[in-house]
Nanobody
Framework: QVQLVESGGGSVQAGDSLRLSCAAS????????MGWFRQTPGKEREFVAA????????DYQDSVKGRFTIARDNAENTVHLQMNRLKSEDTAVYYC?????????????????WGQGTQVTVSS
């Protein structure tokens, strides 16, 4: 069973950049579609970005398109989320997730394994 650990969160100013990382153990991430989700207090967890297991397919929430990039580092068994031009509304706990199944990337219920989350705070 794969275990996921996120890192790279922090507190930044609007317009700054952060790179989140999701490191895996107990499994090879090329066997999984990978997704990033985020959640703020009182709201449901929402889809941010995803990448297919072969790396050829990606999807992004409209509000992050052109600012965020998801990518695999297969040598490190890690998935990154590069976040540029951050906005205050990007403030959330960010979670990475992995799935063995298929379907729409944005379908949160299709993801089998989750990390513990990393806090991102953007001040305006």
């Amino acid at each position: 069973q794969v275990q996921l650990v996120e890192s790279g969160g922090g507190s930044v100013q609007a317009g700054d950049s952060l790179r989140l990382s999701c490191a895996a153990s107990g499994g090879t991430l090329t066997n999984y579609d990978m997704g990033w989700f985020r959640q703020t207090p009182g709201k449901e967890r929402e889809f941010v970005a995803a990448i297919s297991r072969n790396g050829r397919g990606t999807d992004y929430q409209d509000s992050v398109k052109g600012r965020f990039t998801i990518a695999r580092d297969n040598a490190e068994n890690t998935v990154h989320l590069q976040m540029n031009r951050l906005k205050s509304e990007d403030t959330a706990v960010y979670y990475c997730a992995a799935r063995t199944g298929f379907g729409v990337f944005r379908a949160i219920m299709t993801y089998d394994f989750w990390g513990q989350g990393t806090q991102v705070t953007v001040s305006s």
